[in-house]
T-cell receptor
Framework: DVKVTQSSRYLVKRTGEKVFLECVQDMDHENMFWYRQDPGLGLRLIYFSYDVKMKEKGDIPEGYSVSREKKERFSLILESASTNQTSMYLC?????????FGPGTRLTVL | GQSLEQPSEVTAVEGAIVQINCTYQTSGFYGLSWYQQHDGGAPTFLSYNALDGLEETGRFSSFLSRSDSYGYLLLQELQMKDSASYFCAVRDDGGSQGNLIFGKGTKLSVKP
């Protein structure tokens, strides 16, 4: 079974802090994604990566950056957290036409 | 712009059949997927349609009409555990990235 894990289920940070969200997948997938999910807005793509050290902006990259130093790990970075980044963050990897999601990190920025 | 439209909420009773529709307008189209997400859980893959027609997997079926830019998810013999949000998603490129554009989701409530 494909397993996608995320470093934290719940996270509380203060405005201006640098925040790291980690995602690890164990199936050697090349493509990985970061989404945020907000009520009524569905899943919106922040960044994706199709190979180590490769990254592409999604629909809402502003305020975020990513890092992919190893194939299995894809990190989302909030350089200076703001209250409007309070959200559920979901990581996914893909095999064929199927995306496999991690359990999500609910981030609250105070 | 690119958009997917699906109803925000649907309510049905146990044992019934429910259909969740999805219409899309995207720059490219390679297939329509459906995902299920229970409250507090991660989305999980249900189905993928690349060609017109009906695909059946147990109690769930998914339909696609490319000419109408329309698809639906059909859930039969509804059970309480089917209460969840259902997202349609379009793969809009034929590359290897597997990028998806998601709809805003339909919250299905199954009543006893």
């Amino acid at each position: 079974d494909v397993k996608v894990t995320q470093s934290s289920r719940y996270l509380v940070k203060r405005t201006g802090e640098k925040v790291f969200l980690e995602c690890v997948q164990d199936m050697d997938h090349e493509n990985m994604f970061w989404y945020r999910q907000d009520p009524g807005l569905g899943l919106r793509l922040i960044y994706f990566s199709y190979d180590v050290k490769m990254k592409e902006k999604g629909d809402i990259p502003e305020g975020y950056s990513v890092s992919r130093e190893k194939k299995e790990r894809f990190s989302l970075i909030l350089e200076s957290a703001s209250t409007n980044q309070t959200s559920m963050y979901l990581c996914a990897s893909v095999r064929g036409n199927e995306q496999f999601f991690g359990p999500g990190t609910r981030l609250t920025v105070l | 712009g690119q958009s997917l439209e699906q109803p925000s909420e649907v309510t049905a009773v146990e044992g019934a059949i429910v259909q969740i529709n999805c219409t899309y307008q995207t720059s490219g189209f390679y297939g329509l997927s459906w995902y299920q997400q229970h409250d507090g859980g991660a989305p999980t893959f249900l189905s993928y349609n690349a060609l017109d027609g009906l695909e059946e997997t147990g109690r769930f079926s998914s339909f696609l009409s490319r000419s109408d830019s329309y698809g639906y998810l059909l859930l039969q013999e509804l059970q309480m555990k089917d209460s969840a949000s259902y997202f349609c998603a379009v793969r809009d490129d034929g590359g290897s990235q597997g990028n998806l554009i998601f709809g805003k989701g339909t919250k299905l409530s199954v009543k006893p």
